[in-house]
């Protein structure tokens, strides 16, 4: 049973309505956020029309605002951006879906007033209106807007999408626009794409910048904007429609052997049952060329192998690709496709090349990600000499995974931070140097026998004799 401070429900309802109202008068005062949800609850209590009047407020109120948001204020934007858009979706639009459409489509036109004033590195700012795209999609329909009034509206909005907060509009549009509207959305870019650009002599050009080149003028930097945004709006409409023909023709030859533009163009052929165009638009890439092949282009071939039911190349391929990378789920695919017992095999002689892959780095992380701490434990042994304790976003990991049943391998991971961070006098990681050194005396006491490797006496003494002039990390280290 729940104490009585626990703060649920039942335990403020017990508070009596006044006693909540006064303290929701006293939490808000202060907080402009809290005060305005409490005015659109509220409105709530009359009708969604209230409700729409308030969020129409708000969103004018936010598009004329010109405080710079940096990373300390993304939250609350965030907050209040999300709390306007949830009441557009889930209260107005059950009332009114044109008034709540017409409220989305003025959320969405925040988006470029908002980004040009925010420091939004965590991307939690776009995310909302990617969502709101989804949203305005969904509206649309249900409002039965005029297709060609709204593939003019997508039309003007994808136009000004420098921030990439309309990314997903066309494809959240299409079921709206339907077929008769993305024709009409289709004959306006490729109209757009069309114009000629006017010719300004030289002395009316506008520099907006230097290159390695020389001048870069505002004209050619609005000439390659309008060339991407059409060939973008191209594919998505191609993608709508499901005209792979037309999507492929909107890829620049040159790019078509691209690992990833072909790893597209494949996908697509693949679900429209062309598989045999699919392999030969994935083959005409030059392997040899890139250093590495993204998974995306080595998954297509292999479902462009079992589209045409070649099952033993596809298999053949995966294996290869795992050789290659010691991408895990290349491998899982692999032994799912082999028969009982076989696959137990089959991993053992995985495990066994891992355990000898060049790169120790990548050993460690694909055994940490099966996962399978026994092999990664076997892995630290043979080879701790190769560890960099530079990689420290693998090595704590590592250390954390391997330190409740493995603590000797544990302690060697530790001790490459450690060695890396002192060696190289990284006085920034000192704090974690010492904390690491710290976990390598509590290991301690759990191995019974360190073999080979120093005992944590003898590596602190040797420590000591080292480093023992860095004042600042030694100065970190709790008193024996």
Known sequence: MAAKTTLNAKNLEALGIQRLAELLIEISTGNATHKRRLRLELAGNHSSAEIAREV??????????????????????????????KLIVETVAKDDPTEAFELIWQFLALAESIFARSDDGSGTLIQIFHHACTDAGVLAKAAAINKDGLAEKVFMAFQNNGYGQFDSLITAMAPALDGAGLESLKALF???????????????RKIIGWSSQGEIYEDEVFGRHKERTTSYALQAIADAQGDVDAYIAQQPEKTRTAPTVAAEIAKRLISAGRAKEALKALDSVDTKRHNEVPFEWQLARVEALEALEREDEAQAFRWQCFEQSLNDEHLRAY???????DDLDAEERAFAYAQRFANVHHALYFFLRWPSGTEAAKLVMKRHIELDGNYYELMTPAAEELSEKHPLAATLVLRAMIDFTLESARSSRYKHAARHLSECRSLAKQVHDFGSISTHETYLANLRRVHGRKSGFWGLLPTP
């Open 335 to 341: 032994l799912k496709r082999l028969p009982d017992f």
């Open 190 to 204: 490729v109209a757009w794409s069309k114009e000629p650009q006017e010719k300004l002599a030289k002395k009316d």
């Open 56 to 85: 129409r407020k708000r969103l004018s109120s936010i598009g004329r605002a010109r405080t710079f948001i940096d990373w300390r204020k993304v939250k609350a934007t965030r907050l209040d951006l999300e709390t306007q858009r």
